[in-house]
T-cell receptor
Framework: AQRVTQPEKLLSVFKGAPVELKCNYS??????LFWYVQYSRQRLQLLLR??SRESIKGFTADLNKGETSFHLKKPFAQEEDSAMYYC??????????FGSGTKLNVKP | NAGVTQTPKFQVLKTGQSMTLQCAQD?????MSWYRQDPGMGLRLIHY???????DQGEVPNGYNVSRSTTEDFPLRLLSAAPSQTSVYFC????????????FGSGTRLTVV
């Protein structure tokens, strides 16, 4: 079975500190990797996708196939980054399987 | 464009009742799916559809039915509601292809008493 592990349920950092949200996936293949974010009282939205090699709102994510990890990073956290973050490998075309999520709390 | 529209936003059901959660998208997306979100468990895939007339099961399909008669609509039917189906339900859609992520609806919060 495909599994996605986000080991931290809650991550608290101070404003300006670096942040890393961990994601490990188990998959026999080469899935595409995505991160989604859900801000308070808003719907889930796509944050970034590995295939685009993009940086969104200062976040980047590095795919490590050897460790099957896709950790989300930002060098300087902002209060507006507080949200739930979900790692989501994509396989079987459009079939996303989501991790259990990490709640990021950025303190002033 | 309205994106993905879910109705209702809130619903309370009694055990054994049936109901349909509505989902519509106006982006001509081929792919649509239903997830449930439970505390500590993230989002779990219930059913999905790769196009009109084609549906398939996800991780947790029991107790739910879907149909896809048009590209735009993908309703989720609860056949006989149970307290274990208390959850937040999200509908999502996307274009077919690995480059595209989901567009999500705003969710339906369902409570079964």
């Amino acid at each position: 079975a495909q599994r996605v592990t986000q080991p931290e349920k809650l991550l608290s950092v101070f404003k300006g500190a670096p942040v890393e949200l961990k994601c490990n996936y188990s998959y026999s293949g080469s899935p595409e990797l995505f991160w989604y974010v859900q801000y308070s009282r808003q719907r889930l939205q796509l944050l970034l996708r590995h295939i685009s090699r993009e940086s969104i709102k200062g976040f980047t994510a590095d795919l490590n196939k050897g460790e099957t990890s896709f950790h989300l990073k930002k060098p300087f956290a902002q209060e507006e980054d507080s949200a739930m973050y979900y790692c989501a490998p994509l396989y079987n075309f459009n079939k996303f399987y989501f991790g259990s999520g990490t709640k990021l709390n950025v303190k002033p | 464009n309205a994106g993905v529209t879910q109705t209702p936003k809130f619903q309370v059901l009694k055990t054994g009742q049936s109901m349909t959660l509505q989902c519509a998208q106006d982006m001509n997306h081929e792919y649509m799916s239903w997830y449930r979100q439970d505390p500590g468990m993230g989002l779990r895939l219930i059913h999905y559809s790769v196009g009109a007339g084609i549906t398939d099961q996800g991780e947790v399909p029991n107790g739910y039915n879907v149909s896809r008669s048009t590209t735009e609509d993908f309703p989720l039917r609860l056949l006989s509601a149970a307290p274990s189906q208390t959850s937040v339900y999200f509908c999502a859609s996307s274009r077919t292809g690995v480059n595209y992520g989901y567009t999500f609806g705003s969710g339906t919060r369902l409570t079964v008493v």
